[in-house]
Nanobody
Framework: QVQLVEFGGGLVQPGGSLRLSCAASGFTFSSASMSWHRQAPGKERELVAFITPTGGTTMYGDSGKGRFNISRDNTKNTVYLQMNTLKPEDTAVYYC?????????????WGQGTQVTVSY
């Protein structure tokens, strides 16, 4: 059974930091590109960060450039999102995504989401 389980969300003050984790199981983790997306009330879901299967390439959405860092540990089947200098605008539900669009099998899995609230 495929599972993506997210940890680390919560309340943090502006300027603070938070580290999200996503533990994956039920598929070959090292074949999957991993990403973090977020969705705030009234807004569309947006890409936050992306990382290729072995971690060689990362990409960031505009919201995370210069402040966020995505990484992965394929020995632990886990992807991380380190968020620094958090702003109230970062408040959203953050989702972990596993996708394979080259090779086989193809898939697109999502976690349940974890709430991040940046506020005093």
């Amino acid at each position: 059974q495929v599972q993506l389980v997210e940890f680390g969300g919560g309340l943090v003050q502006p300027g603070g930091s938070l580290r999200l984790s996503c533990a994956a199981s039920g598929f070959t983790f090292s074949s999957a590109s991993m990403s973090w997306h977020r969705q705030a009330p009234g807004k569309e879901r947006e890409l936050v960060a992306f990382i290729t299967p072995t971690g060689g390439t990362t990409m960031y959405g505009d919201s995370g450039k210069g402040r966020f860092n995505i990484s992965r540990d394929n020995t632990k089947n886990t992807v991380y999102l380190q968020m620094n200098t958090l702003k109230p605008e970062d408040t959203a539900v953050y989702y972990c995504n596993a996708v394979r669009r080259s090779g086989y099998p193809r898939y697109d899995y999502w976690g349940q989401g974890t709430q991040v609230t940046v506020s005093y």
